[in-house]
RNA sequence: ACGGUUCGCCAGGCGAUCGCAUGCGGCAAGGCCGCAUGAGGAAAGUCCGGGCUCCAUAGGACAUGACGCCGGGUAACACCCGGGAGCGGCAACGCUACAGAAAGCGCCACAGAAAACAAACCGCCGGUUUCGGCCGGCAAGGGUGAAAAGGUGGGGUAAGAGCCCACCGCGGACUUGGUGACAAGGACGGCACGGCAAGCCUCGUCAGGAGCAAAGUCAAGCAGCAGGUCGGGUGGUCCGCCCAAGCCUGCGGGUAGACUGCUGGAGGACCUUGGAGACAAGGUCAGUGGAUAGAUGAUCGUCCUCGACAGAACCCGGCUUAUGGCGAACCUUUUUU
RNA sequence: GGGCCCGUAACUCAGUGGGAGAGUAUCACCUUGACAUGGUGGGAGUCGUUGGUUCAAAUCCAAUCGGGCCCA
């Protein structure tokens, strides 16, 4: 499977968003919150949403390329079929690794982080 | 060297791996491959000015608002350039809502006699007196205040006063220079005319309203009810013009998709010419963001000065604010020659 | 993206150029055996910030910061 991330496989809708967050199971850890729902699809989709009033547009920006850069990495060992909804809130900025590391032990306590795959 | 003033420039580079958007080409059939391109000087605040779209190709009057030394630039401006005057600074240089207070109205708290067609508290002088004061002259002195009706000196006088004189200030016919603001000179006047127009206002100039969530096309979908009257064309009013037999308002219901607008522009780089400059004209070259939950990123290596403020959403011209670094010219002080 | 509004005491607000105020709250005292209520008195403010106009600015003007509302 390619790493790619296409247009595709981003949330794009207001009802599908209200849909995992009023369905999914929500794990979260210190500055983020991740909520996964099951999809009708044979692939997973993401959303990076981060909180009213979170910094400059600057800000916005980039933690939600680097959420997406994570999640694009580690895609191919998730279970597919999924929808992911990651809530950010403001706090100290985490360096990549460490910022890759909660990510994955977020995915896994969601029971999302398959083994068998990869 | 320290401090300061003005102007200009840059916005980490290179390489590797993975990844995104648009355009083009190919394979070939809704997916791959290749190539090219891909945020800013402020993209910001939304403070101004336009383009563009709809309402009438937006016409007249009033209201309202903005602007306000002069000349020029510009599509336009409240912006820019050059100049004048005033103010600040030792200077380089900077700042200025810089028209009118003799069109009119209003305000000037407290204090003070009086805050503006004048007037007289303490006073000064003359006359009179029943010694309490009264009548008349004066506005120089005191006092109050942010501000008190030219200043200083001399003459003059009962005491005084532009009452007279000299200098300074003010106004100023006129003359000269300048496109002009204005500058220089100035007969004469004899001080009459306090301040505030970022108070109302007057004069001059300009401005119709709304904004790409404008506007248009297609698809999907729903449910009407009540009221008002003669209207509507966008939100100040009237006229005019256009449209219409229905229209408007309120409550309720439905949609939350696709496409056009959407980027080739008052555009950029370089050169030449004109101009003091803002800028204009001509030529050559390249083809250069267009997303729509929102594309530029992540990681690693390496070099250096170790990277600030910060992310396009229809597009331009400005202003303002945030902010790292570099360079040039000029000025002050000190030192040296 | 565009249009519009508001910042005054701890809270809610008034104040349209010369004195910074009202109610609630808080503090002290009185009243009560004690509490509540009631009464008397007091403290609390860079008027969001910075400049400008004016003799004088919460008020007028400009810039800036913060908060809020509306659109399809």
Same mark, same amino acid.
């Given at each position: 499977?390619?790493?790619?991330?296409?247009?595709?496989? %981003?949330?794009?809708? @207001?009802? $599908?968003? +209200?849909? %995992?967050?009023?369905?999914?199971? $929500? *794990?979260?850890?210190?500055?983020?919150?991740?909520?996964?729902?099951? *999809? &009708?699809? &044979?692939?997973?989709?993401?959303?990076?949403?981060?909180?009213? !009033?979170?910094?400059?547009?600057? &800000?916005?920006?980039?933690?939600?390329? @680097?959420?997406?850069?994570?999640?694009? *990495? $580690?895609?191919?060992?998730?279970?597919?079929? #999924? +929808?992911?909804?990651? =809530?950010? #809130?403001?706090?100290?900025?985490?360096? !990549?690794?460490? @910022?890759?590391?909660? %990510? =994955?032990?977020?995915?896994?306590?969601?029971? =999302?982080?398959?083994? +068998? $795959?990869?």
């Amino acid at each position: 499977m390619r790493r790619s991330l296409t247009k595709q496989e %981003i949330v794009k809708k @207001q009802p $599908e968003i +209200d849909r %995992i967050f009023k369905t999914g199971q $929500e *794990n979260s850890c210190r500055g983020l919150r991740l909520i996964v729902s099951k *999809n &009708q699809f &044979q692939y997973n989709r993401i959303i990076v949403i981060p909180v009213r !009033h979170y910094g400059t547009a600057v &800000q916005r920006n980039r933690i939600r390329r @680097q959420i997406k850069e994570i999640w694009r *990495n $580690e895609k191919p060992k998730m279970v597919p079929g #999924y +929808d992911f909804a990651f =809530v950010v #809130y403001p706090g100290k900025a985490l360096d !990549h690794e460490k @910022q890759a590391k909660q %990510i =994955v032990s977020l995915c896994k306590r969601a029971g =999302v982080y398959g083994p +068998d $795959e990869g």
